[in-house]
């Protein structure tokens, strides 16, 4: 008997989309990094540490310079004098160490893969053979490989001046917390463990420099989802004005948040080429990317939690442990941790809250931003909290959280954090899970397989996430705003450049379809680019559930300027005012008469004696979109409204687990999702399907494993498992669209799914695991772990 | 150097290459055939998939001396822009890739499913696809172009 049907109605598709990115990466033609061509170009190959903790004490390069074909071979010290540093900007985080770190390790190396010298040569053969003839000689260190182990009194230090190994420490208390514990009924103490994964795009990251010295200019080429404020962070580190540097992100295979971080490597391309006066280019290899690509999630919790009888939730407290890795990275390897402590209070009314966090330096990769960006672990904290909390007092899941939930009434509404909720209804969107999941018969089935012997189980969650956020918090520079670039040709024919870089999203199709809508005009006459500083003269990029909030509200914004001032044109030849002018269908209107658009175009352009007068020629405008509604820094109670709107999704799953394997079967799921006003729901479905792989893969399949000594065991796909075809689970996905105040109504999407669906998930294999009495406050659930579990044994 | 004669998309090809160079290498650099990706380079990923005598290979794990003699198929044998494959037709159509750097290979796994079995199931679609991974689509959107195509076959 299947306990229930997984659906076979699934994904929704037609409506006719075919996204205009598809032809030409059907066909191959796509270009990315590795496609981009230069004459005369160079590879580069980085020489990187196997070591986890050393001080470098020569790096003698002298047998590689005499290989054939190569042009240069380059260490940190030699590079040091001519190139700047990095940094994290944030001086004013007095509890972060401010440390800077250049393009390659100098004196120390902090974790396997960190870049120690690099190669420049003919072919990426030659390269690879001179590393080998590179010798360095290393002062092994004793490693952390962990992060609680680093808190020790006796552990090795990552930086000997810190005298411990705390990059970041960071405390929060909102509202009174003595005061919720000292009216408790009962005090739930729980340790959650979130274990360390990789994004893993298909595409690597990478990157082309070629430098001119008779113009002083720098083209790169970066496989990057923040091409603009890469360009900033080059010109600082390289001594190259931002107006001679133009950065452009090509055709992308995958970022999910690896790509949105400052690379050293990407620097350092641009610095070789700066030195060795040809094309450069490097891409990264998949055994470099597991190394020294960007890591996620790793984090201990230790939470207290204070309730009443009744099932209400007072006061939480939490202790996190986060394991940032070496913290050479910008942007800071500790901003999704800082986030995790932000949204804690998820849609719950939890007014007194407090924390402590140590974001902890030790010997592995820099931790970095994935999909999700640490919430994924704190809508887990809280969501477990409450089914342990319920399980305790005999309260099932769906009441514990009504109980709990934050009311529809008021909005907004302001949570302990100081995040400001714009979302609609949280109890109808979980009415809505209920019934489209068919909670109550599946827990019927469950009953009755669980009678049978059987390991089924039924979990539900829910989440509300800040989209569209502003990073000045985190980042130090950089904010929370958007710019789009349209431009009306003589033919009609319209481009449209935006600053939020498409990694697979199909910006180009939903971007046309949005200023096409605002034109009155059909998307198949809007071209977009995106990712290209010299189409646009700023923008902060894709992640964050950004782009159709930020990109989408300044694409909306522009095009209304442009419509705006063809009305006027319009309105003086029909001799009519400018409000009274309607555009549909190609044609601006005044009741039965109608210019086309392409004639308003050519009027601008062509024909300006039929402008009116005093109106300037030409069709194109760059805005700045800023929707406002958040803060750049905390206030003086460390409250803080980061986003300019929120998202919100519910989930629920059906699993079943094989006890003798380990292996969890997931019979069903469903996801209910509103961001707001849907752009394209094909397009919005794969966000979904896409993030929903990436929850099972990293509860069931995904893990980066260090060993005591700081050695990388999972170093290629054959180590490192993700899902594959037969692992696809199916969604049963509902869109709610309530719509938020922001130009187009949009909140954001393509993070909610990976948000929810692991506590979800966790749900269903702990009520699957009932009858055995273990409770799963990991992850990780992968065979090997889940069976460590089942048989009492400490986690591998 | 040694040089090799095989027949690239029907045509003839010929390349003077060191004995190491791998076929992925030779195709993208050497042939302008660039739709075959590194994804791994650890024969796991698939990305880099042609096929060789009609058989997928993965063009990272292979030399190209090897491939003397055979007929090796890339994605630019199969469509073009004004004139798609049925396969390709269809992942359009079923939202079946997003970043699409995956996809070039997964429409010559599937080319040569399609021509040993037109009308597979959806589990033996999912069996012979599994060695292709996409982290994008969660595979729901390229098994539904898959199985529309078998549904369609002759």
Redesign the interface.
């Known amino acids: 008997m299947s306990v229930v049907a997984p659906p076979e109605a699934p994904p929704r598709t037609g409506t006719g989309t075919r996204r205009r990115e598809d032809t030409r990466l059907l066909c191959g033609k796509g270009e990315y990094l590795g496609d981009v061509q230069r004459p005369d170009l160079k590879h580069v190959a980085i020489l990187r540490s196997p070591l986890a903790h050393a001080r470098i004490r020569d790096v003698d390069v002298s047998g590689a310079m005499t290989l054939p074909g190569v042009i240069g071979v380059f260490t940190g010290a030699e590079l040091a004098p001519d190139t700047g540093e990095f940094s994290h900007h944030l001086p004013m985080i007095p509890t972060l160490r401010q440390i800077t770190w250049s393009v390659l390790a100098t004196d120390k190396v902090r974790f396997v893969g960190e870049p120690v010298a690099a190669v420049v040569a003919d072919s990426r053969y030659i390269a690879e053979d001179a590393l080998e003839l590179i010798e360095v000689d290393y002062e092994e260190l004793p490693a952390v490989s962990d992060a609680e182990a680093g808190l020790e009194a006796e552990a090795p230090l990552l930086y000997e001046d810190w005298g411990d190994n705390v990059f970041l420490y960071m405390p929060g208390a909102h509202g009174d917390v003595e005061a919720a514990f000292a009216n408790a009924d009962g005090v739930l103490q729980e340790r959650f463990t979130h274990h360390r994964i990789s994004g893993l795009p298909m595409e690597g990251h990478g990157a082309l420099g070629e430098f001119d010295p008779a113009s002083g200019r720098l083209e790169m080429y970066v496989s990057t989802q923040v091409p603009h404020t890469l360009r900033t962070v080059i010109s600082d580190i390289c001594g190259i004005s931002e107006a001679r540097i133009r950065v452009v992100a090509p055709d992308m295979g995958g970022g999910f948040g690896n790509k949105a971080h400052f690379m050293r490597e990407e620097v350092l391309v641009a610095v070789l080429a700066m030195r060795v006066r040809h094309p450069v280019v490097w891409q990264q290899d998949r055994t470099e990317s597991l190394l020294a690509g960007l890591h996620s999630r790793e984090q201990v919790h230790e939470v207290e939690v204070a309730y009443r009888n009744d099932g209400r939730v007072l006061g939480l407290r939490a202790n996190f442990v986060v394991d940032v890795g070496s913290p050479e990275l910008y942007i800071l390897g500790c901003a999704p941790a800082i986030v995790t402590t932000s949204v804690v209070p998820n849609c719950y009314d939890l007014a007194d809250y407090a924390f402590e966090m140590r974001c902890v330096a030790t010997n592995k990769c820099p931790m970095g931003g994935y999909r999700g960006y640490g919430q994924p672990q704190g809508i887990f904290l809280m969501e477990r909290v409450l089914d342990l909390v319920g399980e305790r007092l005999g309260i099932d899941p769906v009441t514990i959280r009504r109980l709990n939930m934050i009311p529809d009434e008021p909005r907004p509404y302001v949570t302990a954090t100081g995040a400001v909720l714009d979302t609609g209804s949280f109890d109808e969107q979980l009415t809505e899970l209920l019934e489209a999941a068919g909670y109550d018969a599946a827990c019927e089935a469950r009953d009755e397989a669980r009678s049978e012997g059987r390991l089924v189980g039924v979990g539900i969650a829910q989440m509300v996430e800040p989209t569209a956020p502003n990073i000045h918090a985190l980042a130090g520079r950089f904010g929370g705003y958007e710019m789009a670039m349209l431009t009306v040709a003589p033919d009609g024919k319209v481009t449209v450049a935006v600053g939020t870089k498409s990694q697979g999203q199909g910006h180009e199709t939903i971007f046309a379809k949005v200023a096409a809508e605002v034109l009155g005009i059909s998307p198949d006459d809007v071209e977009v680019s995106d990712g290209d500083t010299a189409a646009l003269p700023y923008g902060t990029g894709t992640w964050g559930s950004r782009s159709a909030v930020m990109g989408g509200g300044a694409v909306i914004k522009a095009a209304r300027q442009v419509r705006d001032k063809m009305a006027a044109i319009a309105a003086g030849m029909l001799e009519a005012p400018a409000d009274q002018i309607e555009t549909s269908d190609g044609f601006f209107r005044l009741g039965e008469a109608a210019i086309p658009f392409g004639q308003i175009a050519a009027a601008a352009y062509l024909h300006t004696f039929l402008l009116p007068s005093g109106m300037d020629p030409g069709l194109s405008v760059v805005v700045g979109y800023d929707p406002g509604n958040t803060s750049p820094f905390p206030d003086e109670r460390g409250k803080l409204n980061v986003a300019a709107t929120y998202s919100t999704a519910a989930a629920a799953a059906v699993v079943e687990v094989t006890e003798a394997t380990g292996v969890v079967k997931v019979h069903d799921l469903t996801i209910v999702h509103d961001c707001g006003t849907v752009i394209d729901n094909v397009i919005l479905d794969g966000q979904i399907h896409g993030a929903v792989a990436q929850a099972v893969g990293q509860t069931f399949f995904e893990e980066i494993r260090y060993d005591e000594n700081g050695q990388p065991q999972t170093s290629t796909l054959l180590d490192y498992m993700i899902p594959t075809f037969g692992d696809a689970v199916r969604p049963r996905i509902v869109h709610r669209e309530t719509p938020s105040a922001l130009l187009g109504g949009f909140r954001g999407a393509g993070e909610g799914a990976i948000i929810v669906t692991p506590a979800a998930l966790a749900a269903a294999v702990h009520d699957a695991l009932v009858p055995l009495g273990v409770a799963i406050t990991q992850s990780s659930l992968s065979p090997p772990r889940l069976r460590a579990l089942l048989r009492g044994r400490p986690a591998v | 150097m040694t040089a090799v004669r095989f027949s690239l998309n029907g045509e003839a090809a010929e390349v003077d290459v ?1 004995p ?2 791998l076929l992925l ?1 030779t195709l ?1 650099d050497r042939l302008a ?10 024969g ?2 698939g ?1 880099c998939t042609v096929l060789v005598d009609g058989s997928g290979v993965r063009s990272c794990l292979m030399f190209t001396v090897q491939v003397g003699g055979t007929e090796v198929r ?3 044998g ?4 004004g004139a ?1 494959h049925p396969i ?1 037709q269809a ?5 079946g ?8 290979a997964m ?1 010559l796994t599937a080319l040569e499913l399609f021509e040993a079995d037109p009308h597979p199931t959806r589990e033996r ?3 012979w ?16 172009a898959l199985e529309a195509v078998a549904g369609e076959g002759p």
């Open positions: 060191e190491r160079e290498d993208r055939m660039r739709g075959a990706h590194a994804g791994c380079e650890q796991a990923c990305a890339t994605i630019e199969v469509g073009s822009p798609l390709q992942l359009s159509e079923h939202h890739l997003q970043c699409g750097f995956c996809t070039p429409v679609i999912e069996e696809m599994s060695g292709n991974l996409c982290r994008c689509t969660g595979y729901v959107n390229i098994v539904a």
